[in-house]
């Protein structure tokens, strides 16, 4: 199916199948990758490529180097593993450097897990590190007095929630993004929490859901503190959760990424498990939550995973790469199909504005804003299903501002449509929902509350 206004656009999913394809008419030979993350946990991506030295090696690379960044960017991971082609370990080992062509991905692994990002070569796939990718429960325990405290870029919300129930829930405005003194950080969660625990007769656990990636509860790289300094993070920031949870009281917290708490809310709301939540906003932001109802501690930073094989699509300016989904499911998208549907832009607006201009057009049925919508849905189809390549998926949540209005609607039929046309399967096997805002939002502030158990 093509994309109604970016008729270019090669979806990775069908080119990686079209790749399996063609090898498996001729000489083949296993590709075995393996991504370490915190804790020995490690996960496992096996492929037939073309037999090295028979003419396919740039080939093999490329869908390679593609499956290595997913793997990272999904899982998580400063350790990459590789057997079955010394060719492919070399071209990756050289991409995986300071001055390399993935030096953001490196600079990224190596901060969040500190330490440094290593690719080593496995000379027999027999010697490789096995799958070890065990979740462990997190949330769901709705016993006793919690916090539950969500961080955004605009604003900061708290609740108060007493054996499951909302009993005091706020939201206040505030710009983390711009504010380089980390106290200003501090002193708002800190007044969030103590507003909440004062509805409270005590404070039995407190749960946090932020955007960024989170490891035992430490903050390793969060948009919310962009502004503060390299030093600072190191000094002020990167205890702070645990820190304000000092001030309340000895009790039991969990942090946990905005897009999994989300994703959590989605699966206790809907009672079920394998929930996908992706978020179309500034950025794409994801979660999951898997078969057994846990998150998992992957990475799900979804916005630097590629989902389009083009080269010669749009470039994210942060990492440096080629179509990433930052660029396919946020504001970001919808203005760069706005010329291509014949809808100027005027250039003093932000990027917020801009797609607001474009969400005012659909509300009109304008069909040049329906198009933009049609487009991303094509784009979410095919991206469904590369990321069931990764995921065991039964529920998609879409949310995030570029969703809501007329266009939401538009950009979901889309993508069932294409999931329905091409991969029925999975068309048969996946629901697409679209979350009441209003539910959504109680539904976060009661899912990060229960994230912790109280000991």
């Not at 039995?204 to 030093?231: H, M, Q, R, T």
């Not at 990492?319 to 291509?340: H, N, W």
């Not at 504005?353 to 005012?360: D, I």
């Amino acid at each position: 199916m093509i994309a109604k206004l970016e008729p270019e656009f090669m979806p990775m999913v069908k080119v990686i199948d079209d790749f399996k394809a063609s090898v498996a008419k001729t000489e083949s030979t296993e590709l075995y990758i393996a991504v370490e993350r915190n804790g020995g946990l490690t996960a496992v991506y096996k492929m037939d490529i073309y037999k090295e030295n028979t003419g396919h090696d740039e080939e093999n690379y490329e869908i390679a180097e593609r499956i290595i960044k997913t793997l990272l960017w999904a899982k998580g991971g400063f350790k990459v593993f590789i057997a079955g082609s010394k060719y492919i370990y070399d071209r990756i080992a050289d991409d995986y450097r300071i001055g390399g062509a993935r030096e953001f991905d490196y600079n990224f692994m190596s901060r969040v897990y500190e330490k440094e990002f290593e690719v080593v070569y496995v000379e027999n796939i027999a010697d490789a590190p096995l799958e070890n990718d065990v979740s462990s429960p997190v949330g769901r325990n709705m016993d006793g007095c919690r916090i539950g405290f969500d961080a955004g870029g605009s604003d900061r919300k708290v609740s108060a929630v007493v054996d499951g129930e909302t009993v005091y829930s706020e939201e206040v405005v505030w710009f983390p993004k711009t504010e380089s003194d980390p106290q200003y950080h501090y002193d708002g969660i800190l007044s969030a929490m103590k507003t909440a625990a004062s509805y409270m007769p005590r404070v039995d656990a407190i749960g946090v859901s932020s955007a960024g990636v989170y490891i035992d509860n430490k903050i390793k790289v969060a948009s919310l503190f962009i502004k503060v300094s390299d030093e600072d993070f190191e000094n002020k920031v990167k205890n702070m959760y645990i820190d304000v949870a000092k001030e309340i009281g000895d009790v039991p917290i969990e942090v946990a990424n905005d897009g999994d708490v989300t994703a959590l809310a989605g699966a206790m709301s809907l009672e079920d498990y394998n929930v996908f939540g992706v978020a179309m906003g500034t950025s794409e932001a994801a979660g999951y939550v898997d078969k057994d109802g846990n998150i998992t501690g992957w990475l799900n930073e979804l916005a630097f995973v590629p989902v389009d094989f083009n080269k010669g699509a749009m470039v994210d300016e942060w990492s440096g790469d080629y179509g990433c989904g930052v660029k396919y499911f946020s504001q970001d998208a919808v203005i760069k199909l706005a010329p291509r549907a014949g809808i100027e832009l005027d250039e003093s607006l932000s990027p917020a504005e801009k797609l607001k201009v474009v969400q005012g057009l659909m509300e009109k049925d304008d069909e040049r804003a329906a198009d933009i919508y049609d487009t991303i849905g094509t784009y979410f189809g095919y991206a469904i299903a590369y990321y069931s390549m990764f995921y065991e998926i039964k529920h998609v949540l879409i949310m995030g501002r570029v969703t809501s209005g007329k266009g939401g609607a538009i950009l979901l039929d889309k993508a069932n449509q294409v999931l329905k046309e091409e991969y029925p399967d999975l068309y048969n096997k996946i629901t697409l929902h679209i979350p009441d805002e209003k539910a959504r939002r109680v539904g976060q502030s009661v899912a990060a509350a229960s994230l912790p158990k109280i000991k």
